[in-house]
């Protein structure tokens, strides 16, 4: 199985800081990689797919990049709506597999 | 608009079985070129992916938990159902349904807002 790994598990900025997240996988996956936002209590939300395209509706302060192992989530600058946690996801390979999470908190 | 909704019991007692129902709005389930998922989410953890189904029946699931999991579709209520037998408190979460394409498959369009279900005694 491909496991999946984000750094840093918590990451402490302010608005308007551009803050990027990075995620591994242990063996290539091309560019099949998601990228998800959650709120408290909420169900994560599509924000990119296929590594770097930016699903509709999606302000463009956001970006991803990367392929094969090495995956980058980019806030260019960060706004209040943005305070929450950031998942990654491999499409690769079945079964599908999740990083365990980024949170973005306020300094 | 696409909506999806979990329903089921929040509490299930350790060893038995833990039932959900999923029901899409919006669309049908019969759609080609969509499956349907069950996704969890453990108290403070990280998102595991349970398994999937195409409306024809066919079955995916993780081999984590296979041995104890079977996903099922009523076309007919446009609802799609878990079970997972055996339960125990590491299977207390968050349980999301989500929509995937058929291609490529894998990646969650759209979620329903969850329902969280605790086992315990």
């Known amino acids: 199985d491909i496991q999946m790994t984000q750094s840093p598990s918590i990451l402490s900025a302010s608005v308007g800081d551009r803050v990027t997240i990075t995620c591994r996988a242990s063996?290539?996956?091309?560019?099949?990689l998601a990228w998800y936002q959650q709120k408290p209590g909420k169900a994560p939300k599509l924000l990119i797919s296929?590594?770097?395209s930016l699903e509709s509706g999606v302000p463009s302060r956001f970006s991803g990049s990367g392929s094969g192992t090495e995956f980058t989530l980019t806030i260019s600058s960060l706004q209040p709506d943005d305070f929450a946690s950031y998942h990654c996801?491999?499409?690769?390979?079945?079964?599908?597999?999740f990083g365990q999470g980024t949170r973005v908190e306020i300094k | 608009q696409l909506q999806l909704q979990e329903s089921g019991p929040g509490l299930v007692k350790p060893s038995e079985t833990l039932s959900l129902t999923c029901t899409v709005s919006?669309?049908?389930?019969?759609?080609?070129?969509?499956?349907w998922d069950w996704i969890r989410q453990p108290p403070g953890k990280g998102l595991e992916w349970i398994g999937s189904?195409?409306?024809?029946?066919?079955?995916y699931y993780n081999p984590s938990i296979e041995s104890r999991v079977s996903i099922s579709v009523d076309t007919s209520k446009n609802q799609f159902s878990l079970r997972l037998t055996s339960v125990t408190a590491a299977d207390t979460a968050v349980y999301y349904c989500?929509?995937?394409?058929?291609?490529?498959?894998?990646?969650?369009?759209?979620w329903g807002q969850g329902t969280l279900v605790a086992v315990s005694s």
């Open positions: 296929k590594a770097s």
């Open positions: 989500a929509l995937t394409p058929a291609a490529p498959r894998g990646r969650f369009d759209y």
């Open positions: 996801q491999q499409y690769r390979i079945n079964p599908w597999a």
């Open positions: 189904i195409y409306h024809r029946g066919v079955t």
């Open positions: 063996q290539s996956i091309n560019s099949w």
């Open positions: 919006g669309g049908s389930i019969s759609s080609d070129g969509f499956y």
